[in-house]
């Protein structure tokens, strides 16, 4: 494992939106693949199931926000899939200790102040919420190529675009490449919601989104499908493109 990288991933099931028929549900569905975060820091679970509930609901508001902008009379269209009780959501918690640089020639111009902690990526889910302490080290990259750091602020959040959302607007909106650098001096801490729908819900374009001059770009596929792709490739590869209409297949 990366030592910068040492995040640990929780997926939590909220019960306040649920019913007891609903819980039942998801409680059956446990896997070994599923942590509960009361199991792991019972002190500190309500504080974390009250986090993720909120940030939910702001993936939430800012969808049906997104939907409305774009015209589409169903305002919960994107919102439903991670409201559904099998949504695929997680929430990451990711500490990158830092990294001091060892320079070989005392001589030499100044060392870069920062290294690596994660790589390249795209979120492939449909939106990130991050929040991080007042430390930097998250860049986002431009449409020239370059990389721009993301000013720290533990008061706001960071609402990243992910490939689900790329494909589901048609392109409208765009996944964000970015990465995570470490600090020399300071550790930095970020905790990040990943929302994200059912395995099996059918990734597709609402039909007011497509015409003959906007024909559908991207093949409808399901989570789960898309998962499976993306764990084929590597960190900074792209995904969507795996999902591209051809020309010849575009649909209007």
């Not at 974390?48 to 609901?57: D, G, K, L, P, T």
């Not at 959302?165 to 392109?171: V, Y």
């Not at 015409?211 to 969507?240: H, I, M, N, Q, V």
Request: glycine residues 4%; hydrophobic residues 40%; contains cysteine.
């Amino acid at each position: 494992m990366d030592k910068a990288n040492l995040g640990t991933s929780f997926r939590q099931i909220t019960p306040q939106k649920f019913s007891e028929q609903q819980l039942e549900k998801a409680k059956e569905k446990q896997s070994s693949r599923v942590v509960f975060f009361s199991l792991v820091f019972p002190e500190h679970s309500s504080a974390v199931s009250a986090y993720i509930e909120a940030v939910r609901e702001l993936a939430c508001e800012l969808l049906d926000l997104l939907a409305e902008g774009l015209w589409v009379p169903d305002r919960s269209v994107f919102s439903r899939l991670i409201r559904d009780v099998d949504s695929d959501s997680i929430i990451r918690l990711n500490h990158y200790p830092p990294m001091p640089m060892l320079c070989q020639d005392k001589d030499s111009s100044p060392c870069n102040q920062n290294k690596v902690g994660f790589g390249e990526h795209s979120d492939p889910q449909i939106l990130t919420i991050l929040r991080s302490n007042d430390v930097g080290g998250l860049q986002i990259s431009l449409n020239d190529g370059a990389w721009v750091p993301v000013t720290p602020d533990p008061a706001t959040f960071c609402v990243n675009v992910g490939d689900l959302l790329q494909a589901m607007t048609n392109g409208r909106f765009v996944s964000v490449r970015h990465k995570a650098l470490t600090n020399s001096y300071k550790s930095r801490m970020s905790m990040a919601y990943f929302a994200a729908p059912p395995p099996d819900a059918r990734i597709t374009v609402p039909p007011e989104m497509i015409s003959p001059t906007k024909p559908a770009l991207y093949k409808p596929f399901t989570w789960a499908e898309f998962k499976k792709a993306a764990f084929a490739l590597r960190l900074g590869d792209s995904r969507l493109g795996l999902f591209r209409m051809e020309c010849d297949e575009q649909v209007a």
